[in-house]
């Protein structure tokens, strides 16, 4: 599926493929602060597919408390927008884009969940608190 995606303030765009059925939740505790809320919902690009069409991303580099592995957070300088993270090298062959930041965000709906151990309890059942259309 193609996808295209841009920051928040729209100085970052980008396009890639993904396939839909790899998108995920990710509860760990990293994702939690680098959201601001209480899970990330990612999915990876196909090998070679991402191509950024507008804007320069700065890059955080994050070591996993875990594995020791290094991931390279990138975002929109400007807006502070998370649009993708990658392995710790130059050229990578993926991208895991954040799905938020993407128009197809809709179809992209989550088909797995990881370090669930770290998920917070409240965030587990949302759909029953109640709701209104607008703020």
Not at 38 to 52: H, I
Not at 120 to 134: A, D, F, H, R
Request: glycine fraction near 8%.
């Amino acid at each position: 599926m193609k996808v295209t995606g841009a920051c928040h303030c729209g100085q970052i765009t980008y396009e890639a493929e993904v396939d839909p059925e790899r998108s995920g939740i990710c509860h760990c505790t990293d994702c939690q602060v680098l959201t601001g809320s209480a899970f990330r919902v990612s999915v990876p690009t196909v090998t070679g597919t991402f191509r950024l069409l507008a804007g320069t991303p700065s890059v955080y580099l994050k070591t996993t408390a875990d594995s020791g592995a290094k991931r390279r957070h990138a975002f929109c300088p400007n807006c502070g927008s998370p649009v993708y993270v990658t392995a710790d090298e130059e050229n990578p062959p993926t991208r895991t884009l954040r799905v938020g930041g993407l128009a197809q965000r809709e179809q992209l709906a989550p088909k797995r969940r990881v370090w669930c151990k770290s998920a917070l309890s409240w965030s587990q059942n949302v759909g029953s608190l109640p709701g209104i259309p607008k703020q």
